[in-house]
């Protein structure tokens, strides 16, 4: 199968950058085949505007769903942008590895999703929201770390419920565009544990990758 890995973490020897190469040398030696987007270390640009385009539908007011649109009807993605559409395309599993910011993904992985989601090519055009999506028979699954310890994180903690507060990424982006979602991958509290606690978190997920294409989907409505 084909995997596509996005890490979203400036430091790649941080437990994140552990998490993300125990994702590629888990997937690879079970002879799947694996593509990556290290945003910081490719210095991708976040902000979404004209210079997504190699081309221009209306050069007096930037409507960034027209010029999308226009740019998928004529090949006027920037490569940057282009590539990293074609990568969505080829996978059959997108896995984004962060760590949880302000209860929501890093600003570039944000800035990623603007850019790369763009209307008519990831959506519109005649497709019908959580029903009939560009990436319907894909699957994709967060992989996060997070600051603060899981108790934080149930329905009367501190955080509130982790699940809900994951839910605009599950439903407003992976299932508005076709991907079925995969339970999330939480690792708690990173930087306030032992390294044998990340050493056994690391065992985990390698374990679980080993077997994750034969998952039961996440039920994201739940929450």
């Known amino acids: ?16 950058g552990a998490l993300y190469r125990t994702a590629i040398e888990t997937l690879e030696k079970q002879g799947h085949r694996v593509r990556t987007s290290d945003l ?9 505007d004209r210079h ?3 081309t221009v539908k209306d050069a007096s007011f930037l409507k960034l769903a027209k010029e999308e649109y226009f740019a998928t009807e004529n090949d006027g993605f ?8 074609e990568k969505l395309e080829w996978c059959d599993l997108l896995i984004w590895q962060f760590p949880l910011w302000w209860f929501s993904v890093p600003a570039i992985l944000k800035g990623w999703t603007d850019r790369v ?13 959580y029903v009939s999506g560009k990436f319907k028979g894909k699957k994709a699954l967060l992989s996060i770390t997070t600051g603060s310890p899981e108790e934080n994180y149930i329905d009367q903690g501190h955080d509130g419920d982790i699940n809900g507060i994951l839910r605009p990424i599950h439903r407003g982006i992976f299932e508005y565009t076709g991907f079925s979602v995969l339970q999330p991958q939480l690792n708690y509290s990173v930087a306030r544990i032992s390294d044998q606690e990340r050493q056994v978190m690391l065992k985990q997920w ?18």
């Open 1 to 16: 199968m084909n995997v596509l890995i996005v890490l979203a973490h400036p430091e790649i020897k941080s437990f994140n």
């Open 40 to 48: 910081y270390h490719m210095g991708f640009h976040p902000s979404s």
């Open 52 to 54: 997504n385009f190699t």
């Open 78 to 85: 920037v490569e940057e942008i282009a590539l990293e559409q």
């Open 117 to 129: 989601f763009a209307a008519g090519k990831v959506y519109g055009a005649g497709r019908i929201p």
């Open 206 to 223: 390698s374990d679980r990758l080993n077997n994750v294409f034969h998952e039961e989907l996440f039920n994201v409505g739940a929450y």
